[in-house]
């Protein structure tokens, strides 16, 4: 079918998530329309390439069309793509679930609950937290704490948790009970009798404008939790497998929290899973048949996704991926202090392979300047006027460069 053709079925049919979709639909738009990639490189309908800066929507990890992970998703294929994990189980869970454990220090987690996404992530370990209490003796503990600008999903439960009106919906008063706070300083003030649990993504906010926390942070507010024997949940949907130099943004702090929630690079972008890590402690809390954890999803553990994820950790060992990110890291600093000097440039901010760069502007300049982007090989999505570039962890260094030139081309 002709490109037009394509682009006016996609228009008259399609609805997209955090899209303006009259603009998108109106006469003249021509929708981009990926429909191949490999490495940080995207073509579209056209043959037009373009650099994938925020990693397909953070969730590329070793680039597109891996070997490795192609071969793996295609050799699982010839076996088995999806059976039922509700009293069934198979080799790739297990041996991912495995995997993952040996990925955190110390022995504190052992056990995986595998699910779709980040949003069940954290809706599986806020359930857990509940849950737990209700039926080990502490029901009054029902309050979760959250952060002021917080994001954590959009399912009706995790999104009660997030901070940020914009993404919660027409009613803004449903699911948890949820209190929020600013700072440490005042969750200190909180009496923790009636708290479950205190959620925070590490280090970073990712769709708070890329708001880094101060550094020690994560180390006091663990502490903090584990002296009023309050659950810590970590949700590194955005931050885990590589972005922040590390594995899991918590080790930069040396922290193994109750719940560390894993999605999107969980299989470097391939397939939806996600993992709800936790301890030996929560676990036992659910043993007896009264106590079953009643949650789950079709596809929970599906063949296909665990092939992809443990073919992802196999190229982070094979091709020593976190020791070749340190030199990049340290370019994109060098590049984002030089940008940092245009004209409209406000602030940048980086956190590993995660940069975020403010410009002046009325509302929709970071959308103008992302839109410009494009003309000079890039693509991109700004968080209102905070320009992202989150680019595969393959990123080579004349990428990262041409990323950062189209957006000096773009804001000028």
């Known amino acids: 079918m002709p490109p037009a053709a394509l682009a006016e079925l996609e228009k008259r049919h ?15 738009h021509e929708p981009v329309m990926i429909e191949s990639a490999s490495g940080c490189a995207l073509r579209d309908q056209h043959g037009r390439e373009y650099l994938d800066g925020n990693a397909s929507i953070w969730t590329n990890i070793h680039g597109h069309n891996h070997p490795v992970i192609n071969a793996a998703i295609i050799e699982q294929l010839g076996k088995v793509a999806h059976t039922s994990f ?18 955190l ?41 959250a952060f002021d600008r917080a994001y954590h999903g959009d399912t009706l439960g995790a ?50 404008n890329m708001r880094l926390w101060p550094t020690g942070m994560l180390r006091e507010l663990n502490a903090w939790c584990g002296q009023k024997d309050v659950f810590l949940i970590l949700d590194e949907v955005m931050t885990g497998f590589g972005r922040t130099g590390k594995m899991f943004a918590c080790q930069h702090e040396d ?6 929630c894993l999605a999107k690079g969980l299989t470097s972008g391939y397939l939806p899973l996600a993992a709800t890590l936790t301890t030996k402690r929560v ?11 009643y949650y789950g999803h079709s596809y929970t553990a599906n063949q296909l996704g665990c092939a992809a994820a443990l073919a992802s950790l196999r190229v982070f060992r094979e091709e020593a991926v976190l020791e070749h990110l340190q030199p990049k890291i340290a370019f994109l600093a060098e590049l984002l202090a030089e940008l940092g000097k245009q004209p409209r440039v406000v602030a940048t901010r980086q956190l590993g392979l995660i940069a975020g760069i403010d410009v002046e502007g009325p509302a929709g300049t970071g959308a103008a300047v992302c839109l410009a982007a494009r003309q000079h ?27 950062v030139d189209a957006l000096r081309l773009a804001l000028s």
Request: aromatic share 8%; hydrophobic share 45%.
């Open 14 to 28: 399609s609805w997209h998530p955090f899209t303006p979709m009259q603009a998108w639909t109106a006469e003249g």
């Open 86 to 103: 509700l009293g069934f189980s198979h080799s790739t869970a297990a041996l991912l679930a495995k995997e993952l454990v040996d990925l």
């Open 105 to 145: 220090p110390g022995g504190k987690m052992e056990r995986v609950f595998f699910s779709d996404d980040g949003s069940t992530a954290i809706e599986c370990a806020v359930r857990m937290a509940l849950q737990f209490w209700r039926q080990n003796g502490q029901p009054e503990r029902d309050t979760i704490v």
């Open 159 to 208: 999104a009660s948790l997030g901070g940020i009106p914009t993404f919660k919906g027409s009613a803004n008063q449903f699911g948890y009970r949820v209190v929020r706070v600013q700072s440490l300083d005042e969750l200190r003030e909180l009496s923790p009798e009636r708290l479950a649990a205190v959620i925070i993504e590490p280090l970073i906010q990712g769709v708070a």
């Open 255 to 260: 922290v193994v929290p109750d719940f560390l």
């Open 283 to 293: 676990f036992e809390g659910f043993h007896g048949p009264e106590n079953t954890f």
């Open 377 to 403: 090989g890039l693509l991109t999505r700004p968080i209102q006027n905070t320009l992202v570039l989150m680019p595969p962890l393959c990123v080579t260094a004349e990428e990262l460069l041409r990323m």
